[in-house]
């Protein structure tokens, strides 16, 4: 993954509504909850914020929340 500029909150559920991911709802507090069109065991909560995401957490939720592979992942990366 180090291969992309990590993106900022809000780039990143922008590029997550692009390849299928539809905003449910914001949580309360600063998160985002998305959940995949068509497979609904995957899903993200993302901090809407304009700061960089760090790295442990772009693995934390490709792992345990989105559960896709990194290549997956970094498809989603290059539309941040």
């Known amino acids: 993954m ?3 500029k990590k993106p900022t909150g809000k ?3 922008r590029a997550l509504t692009k390849n299928n991911y539809e905003i449910k ?3 309360e507090g ?3 909850f998305l959940i995949h069109s068509s497979n609904k065991n995957s899903f993200a909560v993302v901090p809407n914020t304009t700061k960089t995401l760090k790295q442990g957490l772009l693995e934390g939720i490709r792992k345990d929340q989105m559960k896709i592979s990194m290549e997956e992942f970094e498809t989603i990366l290059r539309d941040c």
């Open 25 to 27: 709802r914001y949580c």
């Open 30 to 32: 600063s998160h985002v």
């Open 11 to 13: 780039r990143f559920i």
């Open 2 to 4: 180090g291969k992309f």
